[in-house]
Each structure stands twice: as structure tokens, then as C-alpha cells.
């Protein structure tokens, strides 16, 4: 007995022994009497980066590739060998005299190798802390003078300090591509390029067709990503002279790692990593809406993705095949409706755009504004001219002498460009933001005109036309018939047909009914090809049903966030109207906060998370989807989770879509759902981006606190859960507001900031609300935050009240003391 207990410690020691051997052994450098086998491995010096072999996926093939070493998540950067995989684990890194990397397999032959036009005397591979590796003469650390280096090869990551473009002298060009699946990194459909031709931008091709293009450099940022813009977390540069064409990119702060990612499915993104969230949280998207795609309104066509349908012509061009047109298949463009005459033609200003495909222009980086606009007077083809640079007034010259392909109206961050008309469509002295209705309109004039000529007996029929434009104006809702919705304006939207729906639901099942959506029952359901959906079916019986599924299909499909649950399509047979979404395994919010043994599982780290994701979700709905959209009815049961535990944002159906400047509405029919609506919306029918904002502050304490707010009950007071928040902040006791299961795994200056936070959000007033890109600041940076003043609805009896009496003299009460809102401003 004794002696099994002492062999058995020996064990235990000799593993640690052994343990301590292999952590200490991992090196940065390796030189020619040296090698890497599986198994072992090479780690930066300040340990951010190691390389090693390893197997993607499910896949069971080894690859030699590098990966970020202090995240938790396999998160691989380069792969050395990926077009041809080793088999078993018996591959070996080594470096020549010559100074090549060599990867051997099984019996010897040489799978993938550098080569290097140069060779050192001494040469070693070194990782760098930068996660490149670098064949270089030891001690030599000047990175221009390395034989090899990684980073010159990228795969579809791009990190700090790489370079994406070309060298002018060689022809060198460094590009991404996507891997193929997440089991193989070998290259996929998608590459990210820099195109050369013309003026230099970033080119994303599937298959070689291109998909995007980013825009040309204009001094500041591409003219197509408005989002590239100076912020905290990186700086940019392009760099363009007779030697080379590249982007780069640095971090501002190391401790917030950041990489851009080609994804499968042909995507460039940007994600972020912090320990504190434990996840790699999407930042920002190239392709982030329907009007990214390449050419998708054709020549002389522009998307304007706040209008509906998105694509129009520019002013003075019609469709070139109406009928098609107003199919919403847009790719035949438009055409000019007075022909050009050289010598007499002008120029349009449009302001706020992004510049069409340059591949066929011209620049010269010297000509001012007026010689370029000569410059393109002189020549009959050219079509348009622009600034090459926008900074500082402007300067240099760009001509267009082709059709003018992939031009979108921009609503931050676009430019001017000159467009040349017949002298008899000029519009003298107006800039002309591009606007996709003018023909429309024109059209309907027409029709109208027709109509009332043709007698009174239509007039009706104009009538209700008009009515109808007016209630389209006033909700500012796109209403259209949800058929043409999904067929012809989304086309990224797959059409099941019932019989498959049907079956994947067990012909929707009891047992696969998983809850009840704004508009119907939603049921689980599983495709012929093993994928999980959810299926929202719109009840037969409802009228209000069916003006929230048109408006869940309208928004919906033109959103795409990281945050947002992702609708895959829909179905539309006969009156059967059905949406189908990525099913969401970990269900929703509600079940798992509320729940005393499910709310275990959530620790504060998931949490935080959590609230950091919906913030992102509704910044963008108010503010990036360039929508600008309401919620209106965000609550615990519309956050779904993935089995990552991240957030997604569900239930549009009562959403609303605002006009640029628009910031306010109001409505006569109040929906949403008590607890978490806030008291202007409750109570006078206003609604903005502040009530959302007032949702949201009511979640982040019902996350903190595990409780809900409406139907809170504690035995000292009879306010609800916002007004026992407020109770506990005032006297500086919030502590006492954290739910049991995340007492032990909590960061408290953390919770202690989201209180706050969340009670800022749920100020009465909603001036004094923070704006939700405020909010995702104010979350995770650690300036000091403004004190907040009293919740609005303090008690359900409050809101009882204030429902029951008059509509004016109401609103924000705690106890006896009640403030008119109206007034309060
Ligand atoms: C390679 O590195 C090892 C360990 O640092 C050292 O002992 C050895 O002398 C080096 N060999 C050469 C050829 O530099
Ligand atoms: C790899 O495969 C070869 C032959 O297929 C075999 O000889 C060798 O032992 C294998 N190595 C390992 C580590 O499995
Ligand atoms: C090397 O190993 C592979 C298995 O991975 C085998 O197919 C091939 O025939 C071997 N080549 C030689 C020369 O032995
Ligand atoms: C490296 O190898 C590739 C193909 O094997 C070749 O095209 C290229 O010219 C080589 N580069 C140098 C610098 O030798
Ligand atoms: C890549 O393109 C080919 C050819 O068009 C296609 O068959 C294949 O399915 C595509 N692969 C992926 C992952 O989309
Ligand atoms: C970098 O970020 C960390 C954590 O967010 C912070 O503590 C540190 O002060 C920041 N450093 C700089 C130079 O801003
Ligand atoms: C072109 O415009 C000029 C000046 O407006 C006019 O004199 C000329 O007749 C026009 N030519 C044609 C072919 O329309
Ligand atoms: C106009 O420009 C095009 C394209 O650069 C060129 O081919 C053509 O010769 C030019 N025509 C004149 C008259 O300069």
C-alpha cells in the first residue's frame, strides 16, 4: 500500500518535473543544429505568439502554423504548409545552412520550404513578439535585412504591422486569401487584394469575380469604408509612392489585441480581444450592409441604403430596361436620358458619395480641381473627374472615361465627385446628393397626371395612393408586400418551400414548438443537411401579425451584426408566411438569469459579456446600420444566446426605421412590454433611440441583480427593481444589488461601473440618457461617470397611475411626489 502511494507521488513528481522541462524549453529561436518537432513548439519572447503544429477543426491532418499564446481561444494567424498537410504527427521544422525553412514529413521529403534570394553566414528562424517569424543572420535584428519573413506571406489574418499590397519594383504582392473550411486552411474562394490598376484599392473577389471594392485612397481613408476613421484602438496608414502600395495598421494599446480576418464566407472583419471579455468581440465589418456589394445597381445606378427600393439612378438617367428595373434586378444600370454633345456638355456636383470603380481612370497627383476639370472637358470620353486627395481643400486629379460602376450614397465620410451631364440636365449652383426617388416621383407624376385626366371615376383611386405615400412618410416604415421583399429586394434570402419547413418541424410539432415570437409560435426545426433552425410562423388569424412580419422581414434582412440574430430566409406559400432564423442553442436571456439553477452558469465574465454584446448590437442598430433604428421592444426574452454566450438581439417586429435626422416619433398604439419601457413612451407615446436606451439600462440591472424589474418584490419597500437600485446606489450599498451566483466570480469595480451605468441609462428624462455609443464607452473605459438622477418609474403602482389618468400631468412618481415631464425639460 505504502509503496503504491510513494510510486505514485514519484509519478506525480516526474510529470511535473517533466512539465517544467517543456514550458522551459520553449524557445524563440532556433538555429541550424536545432529543430522543431510535433509536440514541441516556439513562443515569442514576451509570449504573446507561439508556433507549433496543429489540427483545425475536426480535421485530423497536422499543420505548422502560429496562434496567438495568451488566448484562450485557438485562434491561428498562419499557417506555413497549407496547401499540403502532413498526415501524422512525425513532421519537423528545420533550417538549412542556407538559411530555408524546411518541413519534413514522415520519410523525409521536404513539404513546404522557404527560399530567400540571399544567405546568411549564421542563419536563424526567430519568432517575433509581432507573430512573425523571421529567417534572419543571428543578431542581425534590422527587419529589412531578413532573408525571410512571414508577414510577407500572409494567410487570411491580417496583424499589426503587416503589410497588404504590393511592391512596385518587384511585383511582389501581398494579399489574403480565406481558408477553405474551418478544418482547412488550404486557400478558399475569397482574396483581399490591392488592385493596381488605375488608382491603387482593395479589391474582394470570390473566384476571381470581384465582390467589393473598398474605394480608392483619398488622403483620409477609402473612399467606400466610411467607418476607417482616427479612434482608440488603432491607427492606419496607406502608403502609395513609386515603390509600393501597401495598408497597415497598429495597435494603440498592446494590452487590447486586435487582428483583420478574410472569413470563409467572404467577409474582411475586424475583431477585438480583451482578457476581460474572454472573447473575440466583432468590431467593424467592410461588407456591412446590401449596398456593399460590387456593382450592385449597375452603371450610372447608386444604393442608397436608407431608401427602399436601395438602388435608384443618378439624376438625369433612367433605367436602361424598366421593367426589369422595377423587378429590383438593377444590374442593367441606367441610361443617360439626354445624350452627351462634347463641346456643350457641364459637369454635376454630387456631394456625399462613394467614388465609382477606378480601374479604368487616370490621376495625376499635381492638377488642382480646375485643370482637372479641363483636363476632362478636353477629352470626349471622359465621363467624370474628382479630387485624388480630400485633405485640405483637396488636390490632385482622378478621370473617369468609362461607364460609372459601384457608386453609393454615403451618409458620413463621403466625397464630392464631378459627373458629366448635356448642358441641357445641368442643375446650375446645386449640389446634388444623389437621390434614388427623382425618377420615381417623376414616374408617379406621370401616372398621377394620366389618371385625373382620365376621369373623375380614379380619383378615389389617387386618393388612397396618396393617403398611402403619407402613411409610408409619416411611420417612415418601407411597407411593401412581404413577397417582394424577400424575392427580389433580398436575394441573399433563401426561399424554403412549406413541404421542406414542414418537415424539418416534425410538421410543426408540440415538441418542437420553442416559444411564442412577437407575431407567432416559433418552432426548432433541422434541415436535410444537419443545420438547426428556427421557425417564426405567422398566425393565420392575426392582421397586426402580419404588418410585424412584413417589418421584421424589412429590417431585418438588410442587418447584419455580430449581435443581431441572423434570419436565413423565409417562406411564403399561399397565406402561410414564415421566417427562418440560425437557431440559437442556449435560448434566451430570460431563462438563464431568472432561473435559480440555470442562472449558475452564468458567471459575472459571461455576463459582462453579455451586456457588452447587446450595447454593440443596439450602437448599431441606432447608429452604424445607417437605418437608424428603434427596437422598441428590447427585453431579457428577445436576447438570444449562441452557444458562445454571445448576445443576439431578436424580434423586430416592432421596430421602427427613422430618417437621418429624425430623432423622435410618436404613436398612437403603445407596444412593448411593461417594466421595460420607458415613461415617455408608457405614457405620451413618444418614442427615440433614448427609450431603447431606457430598455437597456432596465436589462444590465436585471442582469446584475438577477431580478426582474417588473413584479420585484422586497420586503422593506414596495419600489421596484430600478427604484431599490437607485435606493442602494444613493447610499453607496450597490454591492448589495449583485445576484448570489456571481458574488464569487466577480469583478467589482466591473459590476460596480455597469450599475451605474445601467442607472444612468434608466434616467426619467431622456436628454439626460446616455446615447448607446456613450454607453459601450462608458462600459469598458474607466473615466469617471456623471452622477445619475432619479430612475423613471420608481414603482409598478406608479405605472399603474399614470396609465389610469390623464395623459399630460403624469410621469415619473415616486411616491407623492410626482414631475410632469413635459415641463421638467
Ligand atoms: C545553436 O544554439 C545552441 C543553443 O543556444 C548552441 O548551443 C549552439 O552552439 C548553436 N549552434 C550554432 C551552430 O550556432
Ligand atoms: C507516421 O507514419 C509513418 C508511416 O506512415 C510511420 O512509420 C510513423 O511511425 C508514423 N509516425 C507517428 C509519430 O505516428
Ligand atoms: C511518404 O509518405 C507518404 C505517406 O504520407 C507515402 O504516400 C509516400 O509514398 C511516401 N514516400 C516515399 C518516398 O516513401
Ligand atoms: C521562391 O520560389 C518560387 C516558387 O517556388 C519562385 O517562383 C520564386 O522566384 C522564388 N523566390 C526567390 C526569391 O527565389
Ligand atoms: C468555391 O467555389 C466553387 C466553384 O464555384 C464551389 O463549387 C465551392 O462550393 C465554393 N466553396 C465554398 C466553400 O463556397
Ligand atoms: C491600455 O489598456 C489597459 C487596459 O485597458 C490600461 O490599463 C492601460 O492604461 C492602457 N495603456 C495606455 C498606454 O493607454
Ligand atoms: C452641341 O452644343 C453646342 C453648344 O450648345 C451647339 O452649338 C451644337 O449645335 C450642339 N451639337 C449637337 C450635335 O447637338
Ligand atoms: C481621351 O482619353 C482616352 C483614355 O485616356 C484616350 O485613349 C484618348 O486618346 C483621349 N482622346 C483625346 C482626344 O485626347
Redesign the pocket.
Known sequence: MRASVDSISKLLYITILLLIITISTAVDIINTTQSIRDGGSMVSADGSFKMGFFSPGSSKNRYLGIWYNKVSVMTVVWVANREIPLTNSSGVLKITGEGILELLNQNGSIIWSTNSSRSARNPVAQLLDSGNLVVKEDGDDDLENSLWQSFDYPCDTLLPGMKMGRDLITGFDRYLSSW??PDDPSR??FTFRNDPSGHPEQILTE?SIVRYRSGPWNGLRFSGVPQLRPNTLYKFEFVFNDKEIYYRYQLLNNSILSRLVLT?NGNFQRFTWTDQTDVWAFYLALFDDYCSRYALCGAYGTCDITSSPVCGCLKGFLPKVPKVWDMMDWSDGCARRTALNCSGDGFQKYSGVKLPDIRKSWLNKNMNLEECKSMCMKNCSCTAYANLDIREGGSGCLLWFSELIDMRQLNENGQDIYIRMAASELDHDVDVRIDSKSNKTKRMRIIVMSVVTSGMLLLGLVMVLFLWKKKQKKGSILKRSADDSCKKEYPELQLFDFGTISCSTNNFSHTNKLGQGGFGPVYKGLLKDGQEIAVKRLSKSSRQGLDEFKNEVIHIAKLQHRNLVKLLGCCIQADERMLVYEFMPKKSLDFLIFDRTQSTLLDWPKRYHIINGIARGLLYLHQDSRLRIIHRDLKASNILLDNNMNPKISDFGLARSFGENQTEDNTNRVVGTYGYMSPEYAIDGLYSIKSDVFSFGVLVIEIVSGSRNRGFYHPDHNLNLLGHAWGLFTEGRSCELITEPIEESCNLPEVLRSIHVGLLCVQCHPNDRPSMLSVVLMLCGEAKLPQPKQPGFFTDRALVEANSSSRKNTSCSVNDSTITLLEAR
Open positions: 477553405k473550411s478558399g474562394n473566384n470563409q
